[in-house]
């Protein structure tokens, strides 16, 4: 996975968001009673009060694997 073309955000349904780079879904965020973000490998989980904040979390670790990628 990689941020190449950043982080496409679409809200799929009613309190479900996708992230996808490129063509790769790379997480979801959901609302319940919190926003939950989970990345597609599992890498990636938590909690959030607001929606930018959740998103953010799965944007950071991206860059993090960018930056870390040879």
Same mark, same amino acid.
């Given at each position: 996975?990689?941020?190449?073309?950043?982080? +496409? @955000?679409?809200?799929? %349904?009613? &309190? $479900? @968001?996708?992230?996808?780079? &490129? =063509?790769? +879904?790379?997480?979801?965020?959901? *609302?319940?009673? $919190?926003?939950?973000? /989970?990345?597609?490998? &599992?890498?990636?989980?938590? #909690? /959030? %009060?607001? +929606?930018?904040? !959740?998103? =953010? #979390? +799965?944007?950071? *670790?991206? $860059?993090?694997?960018?930056?870390? !990628?040879?």
């Amino acid at each position: 996975m990689s941020l190449h073309d950043g982080i +496409l @955000w679409t809200e799929t %349904s009613n &309190g $479900r @968001w996708e992230g996808s780079s &490129g =063509a790769d +879904l790379v997480g979801v965020v959901s *609302w319940s009673d $919190r926003y939950s973000v /989970h990345s597609t490998g &599992g890498e990636v989980n938590g #909690q /959030h %009060s607001t +929606l930018d904040s !959740a998103k =953010a #979390q +799965l944007e950071g *670790w991206m $860059r993090w694997i960018d930056s870390t !990628a040879g």
